[in-house]
């Protein structure tokens, strides 16, 4: 791979290989995983960040946003909050085949 693909230095590139700069750009990642042909969410979860993907559905249902800054709130545990989800994610799933 070619720094100058991802449009940046060789010395940034190694710094990424070698963790010592954690934060790229959005066009960084999105860059890289093209050039490397793997997932962009994943490399937005690799370096700590909420992929664009999530970040647009956010963006779009305010109410989602509200949701999840409510389970942070919550004493509930995160057993409870992960099964909470599952299902969830299950019923939604069900939509979708309709």
Same mark, same amino acid.
């Given at each position: 791979?070619? %720094?100058? %693909?991802?449009?940046? @230095?060789?010395?940034?590139? @190694? /710094?990424?290989?070698?963790? *010592?700069? =954690?934060?790229?750009? #959005? +066009?960084?990642?999105?860059? $890289?995983?093209?050039?490397?042909?793997? #997932?962009? +969410?994943?490399?937005?979860?690799?370096?700590? /960040?909420?992929?664009? @993907?999530?970040?647009?559905? $956010?963006?779009? &249902?305010?109410?989602? @946003?509200?949701?999840? =800054?409510?389970? =942070? &709130?919550?004493?509930?545990?995160? *057993?409870?909050? +992960?099964?909470?989800?599952?299902?969830?994610? =299950?019923?939604?799933?069900?939509? &979708?085949? #309709?």
């Amino acid at each position: 791979m070619t %720094a100058k %693909a991802v449009g940046v @230095s060789i010395n940034y590139i @190694s /710094k990424l290989e070698k963790e *010592e700069n =954690s934060n790229p750009s #959005d +066009d960084i990642i999105i860059n $890289l995983a093209n050039i490397l042909g793997i #997932d962009e +969410d994943s490399l937005f979860n690799f370096f700590g /960040k909420i992929p664009l @993907s999530t970040r647009r559905v $956010l963006e779009k &249902y305010p109410a989602l @946003s509200k949701f999840i =800054s409510m389970l =942070s &709130y919550k004493e509930i545990g995160y *057993e409870k909050i +992960d099964g909470f989800l599952n299902e969830m994610i =299950s019923q939604l799933k069900l939509l &979708y085949e #309709d």
